[in-house]
Structure formats: structure tokens, C-alpha cells
């Protein structure tokens, strides 16, 4: 079946910019995850959704990353006045439920800020 | 606090050899714990994941792991690795607080033939 599906797989944006970066879950899944992985790291976690709603939001580095899931299944980060550090690879992971259910990532969007 | 630490950034194997790669997790209680895989502009697959019972837990492609309590570790395992094995590979910790999974910084596998 299929995975989930991130895209674009790579974005090139200027400084300032703003920019959204989508994820397709696995159908079903109602656990959404947004990771982001810079160079050399493990993914650090950003925000979960359950559903339509954000469930922890707490690792959004700060008010310029904000992400939605309006109908419980796509789900969009957006990042604004993006800047040089916002760049890495942003990932996304669906689960079944939350607590028992591994995650399943897709390949990643790789954001570059110039 | 909780945290995943993989002590070794990097590992260098010959293929057939047996490889053990070392995870020591920081948690107040027995956590669910499990190993990803990243290959080259890759998503993270899963390999094998813990959550109870029999603490040497079997995984895909052959690895296994074994989770110590008095330890705090979950070391992964393979008998004979393949070239093909050659990738990142991630210790993860969770859900903990808010549906958080925690991951260590990856060791790296290179496999020489």
C-alpha cells in the first residue's frame, strides 16, 4: 500500500521567504508527526497531531512554525520569514494510534534557505 | 530528563561480520524503545521495537536487539552483515510525555567487503 508521502521532496527558498511543506499519511492513520533532522542529528520532534487537533505542539522552535491538519489527514507545516537555520530535512511520520504504534515515515522534504 | 544517547557516531564493518551497535536510554520507567533504519535520502523504516515481555526482541533483515534494564541499554545486533546493511541507524525512545518519540544521534555503518 501506500506510504507516506512528502512533498516537494526538496525546497530552495530565500531568506524571508515563506514556505509550506506537505505530508500525506497512510490512510487510516490518525497519529501525525512532524520531525525535522539537520545534518549529522537524529529527527528532533516538532508537533502531533490526533485527529484534527494538535495534540503537543511543543516542539515548534518558535512562532514562526505553525502546522495544520484540517480534516485529520493532511497535514501541512508552514514555516514564515524563513531563515539560514530553518535549513534540514523536515520529516513526517503517520501512526495507527499513539501509544502501541511504531511510526511510519516518509523520505522528507530537504529545505534549503539561501 | 529523557534522552537516547548512541555512543558511537560511526562503525566500520567487514561484510559477514557480526556487528553490535549501542543505545543507552535515560527514562523513569521501562519505556518503549525501538531501532529505525535511514538509508540515503530515505524516510526512517522500522527495524524492531520493544514494548514488553521477552527483552531480546527480533526485528526485519535479521537484527535483533536485547533490552537490559540495569543497564538502560538496547543494543542492536546482527550475525552477519550484508553490504547492503551499509546506512544510519537510529535508537528511539517513546511515546514519553505528549506522544513524544525521542531519538539518538544515529551511528552510521559503513560495510567493507
Known amino acids: 500500500g501506500a506510504g507516506v508521502s512528502q512533498t516537494p521532496s526538496n525546497k530552495v527558498t530565500e531568506k524571508g521567504k515563506y514556505v509550506e511543506l506537505r505530508c500525506d499519511p497512510i490512510s487510516g492513520h490518525t497519529a501525525l508527526y512532524w520531525y525535522r533532522q539537520s545534518l549529522g542529528q537524529g529527527p528532533e520532534f516538532l508537533i502531533y497531531?490526533?485527529?484534527?487537533?494538535?495534540?503537543?505542539d511543543s516542539g515548534l522552535p518558535n512562532d514562526r512554525f505553525f502546522a495544520v491538519r484540517p480534516e485529520g489527514s493532511v497535514s501541512t507545516l508552514k514555516i514564515q520569514r524563513t531563515e539560514r537555520g530553518d535549513s534540514a530535512v523536515y520529516l513526517c511520520?503517520?501512526?495507527?494510534?499513539?501509544?502501541?504504534?511504531?511510526?511510519?515515515f516518509g523520505n522528507g522534504t530537504r529545505l534549503t534557505v539561501t | 530528563a529523557q534522552s537516547v544517547t548512541q555512543p558511537d557516531i560511526h562503525i566500520t564493518v567487514s561484510e559477514g561480520a557480526s556487528l553490535e551497535l549501542r543505545c543507552n536510554y535515560s527514562y523513569g520507567a521501562t519505556p518503549y524503545l525501538f531501532w529505525y533504519v535511514q538509508s540515503p535520502g530515505q524516510g526512517l523504516q522500522l527495524l524492531l521495537k520493544?514494548?514488553?515481555?521477552?527483552?531480546l526482541v527480533q526485528g526485519i533483515k535479521g537484527f535483533e536487539a536485547e533490552f537490559k534494564r540495569s543497564q538502560s541499554s538496547f543494543n542492536l545486533r546482527k550475525p552477519s552483515v550484508h553490504w547492503s546493511d551499509a546506512a544510519e541507524y537510529f535508537c528511539a525512545v517513546g511515546p514519553l510525555t505528549g506522544n513524544q518519540f525521542y531519538f539518538g544521534t544515529g551511528t552510521s555503518l559503513t560495510v567493507i567487503p
Open positions: 511520520a503517520s501512526s495507527l494510534d499513539s501509544y502501541n504504534s511504531p511510526l511510519h
Open positions: 497531531f490526533q485527529g484534527t487537533g494538535a495534540a503537543d
Open positions: 520493544y514494548f514488553s515481555g521477552d527483552t
